[in-house]
């Protein structure tokens, strides 16, 4: 167990170093001033460049890119050109926002989709088999933005129960922030518990399927027992899968519905970012974005051994 | 007496007739083997006892257990009887485990079940035991280990330890050693026999091979397409074999083809000192790589038209020295030719030398592609031409190979799950046979099958080596086929040839010690009943 941890850190540290250079790669080829950017269509040349000297544009590109790691490393992530402020804390600011975001939505959609697929796998055929594929379906294929407006039609300007838009923020106490945070991620949850339910509803089949269930059966294991005891167990590992990219989705990608619900979180970070040249921002945001989703990537090869005794030798 | 009583058993899945009028007893401290082939309905017969059918199930008629049918019990009484009274082990042990418990956990949770307010430690002390009883001592074997770290006859001791763990009257065994090798099986059926003994339990002994339960059973009940046909007392059924299928069973068990056998001198294959090595995970990070020696210096020479029999145990390297012959992994060291030239690994075999041979594997179900029609599937060799055939040729080629091989030229418009598993195998050979190959290696390639449908491909294999001067490099773990069809054999141990020889020489004066415990594992039908 400790050389298969050990191994996975190594990779883990190799797809950093990778990503940090494509990145930097990527922002560096982007068309686009951000000197020439922030000082608008009618600075002078010389300002421009003074601009960039004081930016550190001016510098040939490898030390710029050791300067700007070197600062990653130690948690310094530069400064912003258009806020002028530390990077560090502006995104340290969002990540409040969009990290319980992510988890919010991702604890919601395990709870719907787990007790759902499983429901639908041990009845596979009956009618609440058929309700949960066909819901499911119906999750999959509704954008979320459009179900994001939808609610807040229903909830926020009809019934009242919910604001429409913005950040309570958490100086008030959790209660406040959780409920300016649940249309969003009950938005976010719903494609992703939608497919979430697919997958534990086949990889149950498969699992109940095995031999080693009929084994169980054989044992005097009852139909329940041998659910809880052999089949879930075993039909994690596809579904662990399925959890690990989908929370790397939901803290990247809900740039829609921070836009629809006005939330200072990453997302909407980046789309400033970008729209306004702030280079070192969006490299920054993304840098940090590849990082956490490594990061999860490890823990779920580490929840893959902890499930699967097979993997811990390999 | 009577333990076991099953009465006018009939069975319909979905409508179908699977069991008709089945009836059959075991006595307690008896054992009752069920031969029959694939479809026979002999495991539905044993899952009828457990109670556990697929679903779309009307079962009628009686199984009476100790008196009490069981078909009038509710779920939770059956739940009880299920590894309490009556036990199950199955065929295949390297997937009755659950690959993510250890082995003292299951065993445990067989006792755990039934008696639920054993604790936890009793339970895994009692499980230490009976992992013990079946040759699992905890020494070597602790409660701590995962199935995967274990071989598959292993994996069977431990599913016979759940089985058995709380004493079942009556045991069912449903092909419990047809997965595992010849010296495996008979450690297995031995402690199946020791178990039976000791315990006075009932055991109810499925398998398809005759041979298998001729020294063991007392009772033999022989089932053909959802019916007995035959049964009775063991010495009376081999002594006299009354119904016709009986006696079809007995002759195609050990049925040998007959064969011209007219090898010439030239040497076909000449395998010379042959090494393939595999790296194994090392043992620290940033260890020394180590390797794995599969293949062991290797030599020997196949003659053009003649049959050559390569037997071993599974991981004897049989596979990957077939591997190295079709030029599908590197080898490491030695040589290898086909018709003089020599075969590289690679790309850099050429398209000529692969026409030369071809393999027949033994799976029927795995090896076709289920999408494409079997006309297709068997003209995938051609691709080894320089020039494509036009198409009459190819259809031609199509239907003689076909033909050749007992099936129709217009089976070539089917597909694949349309055929048995006897037919698909003949597919098989078809496929390798049309682009006129003059090196077949078979793989496995009857292990497969039922006795009745491998005396068939036997007998054709036989035919077509004959017709069209094939030599056969036969790879197999079944003795008795190896036998049967080879001219010359060799055994595999380690990675090592340790005896050759032609083959009735081998097995009439086997001169190395393993070939010995070979022969004596394999189980052979009693010899007044093979000359009836």
């Known amino acids: 167990m400790l050389r298969y941890t050990l191994r996975r850190l190594v990779s883990l540290i190799i797809a950093l170093a990778v990503a940090s250079v494509v990145i930097f790669v990527a922002v560096e080829i982007v068309p686009g001033d951000p000197a020439a950017y922030m000082l608008g269509i009618n600075a002078r040349p010389d300002t421009v460049a003074a601009l960039q000297a004081e930016l550190g544009l001016d510098l040939p590109v490898h030390e710029r890119y050791l300067a700007w790691v070197g600062g990653l490393v130690q948690g310094d992530f530069g400064t912003s050109y258009t806020y002028r402020t530390p990077i560090a804390d502006i995104i340290g600011e969002r990540l409040w926002v969009s990290l319980p975001l992510a988890l919010y939505a991702l604890i919601l959609s395990t709870l719907i989709a787990f007790p759902a697929g499983i429901l639908a796998a041990t009845r596979r055929g009956s009618v609440a088999d058929m309700l949960v594929m066909g819901i499911t379906q119906l999750g999959v294929a509704i954008p979320n933005f459009w179900f994001a407006?939808?609610?807040?039609?229903?909830?926020?300007?009809?019934?009242?129960?919910?604001?429409?838009?913005?950040?309570?923020?958490?100086?008030?106490g959790i209660a406040p922030g959780l409920k300016s945070l649940t249309l969003p991620a009950i938005a976010l949850a719903l494609p992703q518990a939608s497919i979430l339910a697919r997958v534990m509803r086949s990889a149950l089949l498969d699992t109940l399927s095995e031999d080693f269930i009929r084994t169980a059966r054989a044992k005097g294991l009852t139909r329940r027992q041998t659910l809880w005891r052999h089949a879930l167990r075993n039909a994690l590992i596809p579904v662990l899968t399925i959890i690990g990219l989908q929370f790397s989705f939901l803290l990247a990608g809900a740039i829609i519905i921070e836009n629809v619900f006005f939330l200072p979180g990453l997302g909407r970070l980046v789309f400033q970012a970008i729209s306004q040249r702030d280079l070192i921002v969006v490299e920054s945001v993304v840098m940090l974005l590849v990082f956490a989703v490594i990061i999860v990537n490890f823990a779920v090869d580490l929840a893959y051994a902890a499930v699967d005794p097979r993997l811990r030798r390999s | 007496m009577t333990l076991l009583r099953i009465n006018g058993l009939g069975l319909e899945i979905h409508g179908t007739p699977i069991l008709?009028?089945?009836?059959?007893?075991?006595?307690?401290?008896?054992?009752?083997?069920?031969?029959?082939?694939?479809?026979?309905?002999?495991?539905?017969?044993?899952?009828?006892?457990?109670?556990?059918?697929?679903?779309?199930?009307?079962?009628?008629?009686?199984?009476?257990?100790?008196?009490?049918?069981?078909?009038?019990?509710?779920?939770?009484?059956?739940?009880?009887?299920?590894?309490?009274?009556?036990?199950?082990?199955?065929?295949e042990p390297m997937t009755a485990l659950n690959p993510v418990r250890t082995i003292g956990d299951q065993v445990a949770e067989t006792?755990?079940?039934?008696?639920?307010?054993?604790?936890?430690?009793?339970?895994?002390?009692?499980?230490?035991?009976?992992?013990?009883?079946?040759?699992?001592?905890?020494?070597?074997?602790?409660?701590?280990?995962?199935?995967?770290?274990?071989?598959?006859?292993?994996?069977?001791?431990?599913?016979?330890?759940?089985a058995i763990a709380l004493r079942p009257k009556l045991l069912i065994a449903d092909e419990p050693t047809t997965a595992l090798d010849v010296t495996t099986q008979a450690q297995i059926l031995d402690l199946l026999k020791g178990l039976v003994a000791e315990d006075g339990m009932g055991l109810m002994m499925i398998t398809h091979d005759l041979a298998v339960v001729s020294?063991?059973?007392?009772?033999?009940?022989?089932?053909?397409?959802?019916?007995?046909?035959?049964?009775?007392?063991?010495?009376?059924?081999?002594?006299?074999?009354?119904?016709?299928?009986?006696?079809?069973?007995?002759?195609?068990?050990?049925?040998?083809?007959?064969?011209?056998?007219?090898?010439?001198?030239?040497?076909?294959?000449?395998?010379?000192?042959?090494?393939?090595?595999?790296?194994?995970?090392?043992?620290?990070?940033?260890?020394?790589?180590?390797m794995f020696r599969a293949v062991d210096r290797v030599s020997f020479n196949l003659a053009k038209g003649e049959s050559l029999g390569l037997v071993g145990e599974s991981g004897c390297g049989?596979?990957?020295?077939?591997?190295?012959?079709?030029?599908?992994?590197?080898?490491?060291?030695?040589?290898?030719?086909?018709?003089?030239?020599?075969?590289?690994?690679?790309?850099?075999?050429?398209?000529?030398?692969?026409?030369?041979?071809?393999?027949?594997?033994?799976?029927?179900?795995?090896?076709?592609?289920?999408?494409?029609?079997?006309?297709?599937?068997?003209?995938?060799?051609?691709?080894?031409?320089?020039?494509?055939?036009?198409?009459?040729?190819?259809?031609?080629?199509?239907?003689?190979?076909?033909?050749?091989?007992?099936?129709?030229?217009?089976?070539?418009?089917?597909?694949?799950?349309?055929?048995s598993g006897g037919q698909r195998q003949r597919i098989a050979i078809a496929r390798a046979l049309i682009i006129r190959p003059e090196l077949i290696i078979l793989d496995e390639a009857v292990s497969a099958l039922d006795v009745s449908i491998r005396a068939q491909i036997l007998d054709l294999l036989a035919d077509l080596g004959d017709r069209f001067g094939l030599s056969y490099l036969f790879i197999s773990h079944d003795l008795s086929v190896v036998r049967s069809i080879t001219d010359r054999v060799m055994v595999m141990k380690s990675g090592r040839i340790v005896e050759a020889g032609e083959t009735a020489q081998v097995f009439d004066t086997p001169a190395h010690a393993y070939t010995r415990s070979l022969i004596a594992a394999a189980p052979r039908l009693p010899d007044h009943a093979a000359a009836t």
């Open chain 2, 215 to 290: 020294d063991m059973a007392d009772d033999i009940v022989i089932m053909k397409s959802g019916e007995v046909v035959e049964q009775g007392p063991a010495r009376q059924i081999f002594g006299a074999m009354t119904h016709p299928y009986s006696r079809a069973l007995m002759e195609a068990s050990g049925h040998v083809p007959e064969r011209a056998g007219a090898a010439a001198d030239a040497p076909l294959l000449e395998v010379r000192d042959v090494i393939r090595d595999y790296p194994m995970a090392r043992r620290h990070v940033l260890g020394p790589s180590r």
């Open chain 1, 149 to 172: 407006m939808l609610m807040v039609l229903v909830f926020a300007i009809n019934l009242r129960w919910f604001s429409a838009g913005g950040f309570a923020g958490w100086e008030h």
């Open chain 2, 318 to 419: 049989k596979s990957t020295l077939t591997r190295a012959i079709l030029g599908l992994d590197p080898i490491q060291g030695g040589e290898i030719r086909l018709g003089g030239e020599v075969v590289t690994a690679g790309h850099s075999v050429s398209r000529e030398q692969r026409r030369k041979m071809q393999v027949v594997f033994q799976d029927p179900y795995g090896s076709f592609n289920p999408r494409h029609r079997v006309g297709r599937l068997v003209c995938e060799p051609f691709h080894l031409f320089d020039r494509q055939p036009r198409s009459d040729e190819r259809d031609t080629a199509l239907a003689n190979a076909l033909e050749s091989v007992g099936l129709k030229a217009d089976d070539a418009n089917k597909y694949i799950h349309e055929f």
């Open chain 2, 111 to 162: 006792i755990l079940i039934h008696a639920p307010r054993t604790s936890r430690r009793a339970a895994r002390r009692r499980a230490a035991e009976t992992l013990e009883r079946v040759g699992l001592p905890g020494d070597q074997f602790p409660l701590s280990r995962y199935p995967h770290e274990m071989s598959g006859g292993q994996r069977q001791r431990v599913v016979i330890a759940m």
């Open chain 2, 20 to 91: 008709r009028d089945v009836s059959l007893e075991v006595a307690r401290g008896g054992i009752t083997g069920v031969i029959g082939e694939s479809g026979s309905g002999k495991s539905l017969t044993a899952y009828s006892v457990m109670q556990l059918l697929p679903e779309g199930s009307a079962p009628r008629g009686e199984v009476l257990l100790d008196g009490r049918d069981i078909a009038l019990l509710d779920e939770a009484a059956l739940c009880r009887m299920r590894g309490n009274d009556v036990s199950m082990i199955f065929q």
